[in-house]
């Protein structure tokens, strides 16, 4: 009766519960991310943090500030990189006087770069924000320049470090 199925509820729950925990952990393995409880609100919190800095670099008003927040979002659910890592390199743009709009036209070829020159995000937003500076460009521009970089150290010896080193000379 009533008892049988609290039972096999119970079962099923707990086998739930021994499937979602091994997930994690496999996640956490493979990832390196702590996936624990508190793992997952230290990086919430983190990432809250991370973002108050991009607001106050960037001197955001609320609706400005909630773009931001919902490309950095966006882009750690459908990239590699984490939100919180999306907001570093939101937080370097802006940094290198980069505001809102720029930032949002550029940051997810900034990834793009990243990903292809096997750097660390605030490296290639440092690289990304150089170049459109150096040049005079605007940031609607990102794509030509991340396409530039990348296909001349695919085609060549040179790396996307490289140009990152050369245009501190720039």
Do not use: P, W
């Not at 793009?112 to 605030?122: M, P, Q, W, Y």
């Not at 170049?131 to 040179?158: H, K």
């Amino acid at each position: 009766g009533l008892q049988g199925i609290l039972n096999v509820c119970g079962k099923v729950g707990q086998a739930l519960t021994g499937v979602f925990g091994g997930f994690m952990g496999l996640v956490g393995n493979v990832t390196g991310q702590d996936t624990s409880f508190s793992g997952m609100i230290q990086s919430a919190l983190d990432y809250e943090h991370q973002m108050n800095r991009v607001k106050a670099v960037v001197q955001a008003n609320d609706t400005q500030f909630a773009q931001l927040e919902d490309k950095a979002k966006s882009l750690g659910e459908s990239t590699v990189f984490t939100a919180g890592q999306v907001a570093q390199a939101m937080e370097e743009l802006g940094q290198n006087g980069m505001n809102t709009d720029k930032i949002l036209a550029s940051i997810s070829d900034t990834l793009d770069l990243a990903v292809v020159g096997n750097l660390e995000l605030s490296d290639s937003a440092y690289i990304v924000s150089s170049a459109l500076n150096s040049f005079g460009y605007e940031a609607d521009q990102t794509t030509r320049i991340v396409d530039l970089m990348t296909g001349t150290a695919l085609s060549s010896g040179a790396t996307v470090e490289d140009f990152g080193e050369t245009l501190q000379y720039a």
